[in-house]
């Protein structure tokens, strides 16, 4: 397979090539960036020298602002399937244009807007009729699995949670920093909007609760509202505010018209890492999917019931647990990437992804005033 990028940050670097490398001996990468090269990519010159190439993919890891314009440009080579990293697009302007370009269905049906919490599909998989060999169990009750998980629908889930809190440094003044995503290593950089938590981690959540739901039976319907929006030094965000980026930021709404709530916190403190989310069935079961690292546990509670339905205080829940270890980009590629293309494309994904990007978009707006 012959795997453009354009760009070649640190995403590249540090996720998609050490991903490519563990699953495939076979892959050819020509890339384009104007500002650096990277061993085991043949760079080229340009970006249409790039496009000229018998791209089978194509990733486009540019700065937010320069996803669309690639992606135009893009469009006009005979390349089969475009990936763009998430935000597919950074401004409402630019969401009104794509929107128009996916308006034609073979256009649509080459664009996969990406985010690789996509791939943290492992709730589906156990509700829907079972997980894969890469997920091994591991129980923590004391009492004996009551037997196979019946399949789940969307009318039996009662609400969803979705954590994002990562771990921060705190420096020599008593304020926090970020650390780096991929290695753990101080991002001592001042983020400023529209890089705030909102735009920048909510993607993540929405992807991966998003395709849950749809695969339990939902439609695209989706709202949301912001609370508790603060900066990366706790301080509120005022209207007007086009600097500060947000650090701290709780959206509630619904998807798929259930209530749904997400906890976003870039600098939740040393040590503090809850990323992954809490789906609730109306039968008092819950799912819940967490990951630190290259470790995503999945654990499943089933509470025992008295003979009237209630809870009895003498009965302990039943909770089966089950781990799976990899980095997440690798499941992600494999699934994406590498994949055969699926009969229609990745329409749905896409327009999913582009409908959370233009209301996250939305309550930027709304929180600090147009612009």
Request: charged residues 20%.
């Amino acid at each position: 397979m012959k795997i453009g990028f354009v760009g070649l940050g640190a995403v590249v670097e540090t996720a998609y090539l050490p991903a490519l490398n563990a699953l495939s001996d076979e892959v050819q990468v020509w890339g384009f960036d104007p500002a650096r090269s990277l061993p085991g990519v043949t760079s080229l010159l340009t970006l249409e020298a790039l496009l000229a190439q018998p791209l089978d993919r194509l990733v486009i890891a540019t700065p937010s602002l320069l996803h669309l314009p690639v992606l135009e440009q893009a469009l006009a080579s005979a390349i089969p399937l475009i990936l763009v990293e998430k935000p597919v697009v950074a401004t409402l302007a630019q969401q009104a244009r794509l929107q128009q370009l996916l308006a034609d269905p073979q256009i649509a049906a080459r664009v996969l807007a990406l985010d690789h919490w996509m791939a943290r599909n492992a709730v589906q998989r156990l509700l829907g009729g079972g997980l894969d060999a890469s997920w091994q169990p591991h129980s923590q009750s004391h009492v004996p699995p009551s037997g196979a998980i019946a399949p789940v629908t969307l009318a039996e889930v009662a609400s969803v949670e979705g954590f994002l809190l990562e771990p921060c440094g705190i420096d020599g003044e008593g304020r926090p920093y970020a650390l780096n995503f991929a290695t753990g290593e101080p991002d001592r950089r001042v983020l400023r909007h529209p890089d705030g938590v909102i735009l920048d981690i909510g993607t993540h959540l929405l992807a991966m609760i998003r395709e849950l739901l749809v695969a339990l039976g939902g439609d695209d319907r989706l709202t949301l509202v912001a609370e508790g929006v603060v900066d990366r030094l706790g301080q509120p965000i005022v209207r007007g505010d086009l600097e500060s980026a947000e650090g701290r930021a709780c959206l509630r709404g619904d998807a798929s018209g259930v209530p749904l709530t997400l906890w976003l916190d870039k600098y939740a403190g040393p040590g503090i890492e809850r990323k992954g989310l809490v789906l609730h069935l109306k039968d008092g079961r819950r799912v819940e999917l967490f990951r630190c690292g290259n470790l995503e546990w999945l654990r499943y509670y089933r509470s025992g019931a008295n003979n009237d339905g209630g809870q009895s205080e003498h009965e302990a829940a039943e909770v089966q647990q089950w781990q799976h270890e990899g980095p997440l980009y690798r499941d992600c590629i494999a699934q994406t990437l590498l994949a055969p293309l699926p009969v229609e494309g990745w329409r749905g994904a896409t327009a999913r992804r582009l409908q959370e990007v233009t209301l996250l978009l939305t309550l930027q707006q709304q929180l600090r005033g147009p612009h």
